[in-house]
Each structure stands twice: as structure tokens, then as C-alpha cells.
């Protein structure tokens, strides 16, 4: 496995895949249909998203699994689109930050965490339902559709 390497340029790609139930049409844009992710397309985990760097992919495609089942579309966002300051209940403001966690089969993965402003990443915090949905939708705002899925 690849040591671990915390440097994210602003401007490297993040690939996200997902599945043909998590898009949206959207509005046509010189007469072109376009699609464009719902906040259900990201699932948080533990207060993460699971993402594959473009810095370690061989292709946009690498962040699909063998066989890719449903989840076989993949959409790409930068590190520096990535949300900051989404805000939270009461005072609280969530912040989107990338974190290299390559896998023994995966060396490209990381994640996107998301954390309490000015606070240390901790994955057991449970975020509130409506900060949930301001994050996801947040999220799925800042990427774009690379490659549509096709139905399971």
C-alpha cells in the first residue's frame, strides 16, 4: 500500500460514482438535455463520503468496482469546490474536507470529511437531519455528471 499523502491541490479531481436512481433531470442548457446528481447520490458515512483521487486514478473510471452493479455512474468535483461554512443547527458550521485513505485494493481512495468548523474530524458525531440535507445538497451541487449510469 502507498504511504499517505495529505496534499490535495486545489484543482485535483474527486470521482464519485453512483446510481441511475440518484439523478435528477435539470434544466435544458442550449437546447442539450443535462442530468445532474440528487443529495441522494452522497451517502455519508461516518461522517464521510467515499471518493477516489484523481492524483492516484488511472482514469475517472477507476473509482468504479468490478463489477460496477448499480452504482456505475461517475460524477468529478475539485478539491477547491469542495462546500466550506454549510451551516449547521444553532451556531454550528460544517466544513467538506478531502483526506487521503488509500486501500490495499484502492490505492487512489479518500474521502471527503465532514467536519464541525475549527473542530478535529470525528466520525462518531452525529450530524442533525437538516444539516444532513444542506451537506448533501451542497455536495451534489459541486459535481458534475462524467459518465451517466445505466439502469440495474
Do not use: W
Not at 21 to 27: D, K, N, S, Y
Not at 79 to 98: I, K
Amino acid at each position: 500500500m502507498r504511504p499517505l499523502d495529505p496534499h490535495f491541490a486545489p484543482d485535483e479531481e474527486l470521482y464519485l460514482r453512483f446510481s441511475h436512481a440518484r439523478l435528477r433531470p435539470a434544466e435544458p442548457q442550449y437546447g442539450l438535455a443535462q442530468s445532474v446528481l440528487s443529495a441522494d447520490a452522497i451517502r455519508i458515512r461516518d461522517c464521510q463520503i467515499s471518493v477516489n483521487r484523481q492524483k492516484y486514478s488511472p482514469s475517472p473510471e477507476s473509482v468504479l468496482l468490478d463489477p460496477p452493479g448499480e452504482h456505475n455512474g461517475i460524477a468529478v468535483t475539485t478539491v477547491g469546490r469542495l462546500p466550506q461554512a454549510v451551516p449547521g443547527r444553532d451556531a454550528e458550521v460544517y466544513d467538506c474536507r478531502p483526506v487521503d485513505a488509500p486501500l490495499p485494493d484502492n490505492p487512489a481512495h479518500a474521502n471527503i470529511a465532514i467536519h464541525l468548523a475549527q473542530q478535529p474530524f470525528d466520525p462518531a458525531r452525529e450530524i442533525p437531519a437538516g444539516a444532513r440535507k444542506r451537506i448533501k445538497e451542497s455536495l451534489a451541487s459541486v459535481f458534475s455528471v462524467y459518465r451517466l449510469p445505466t439502469p440495474a
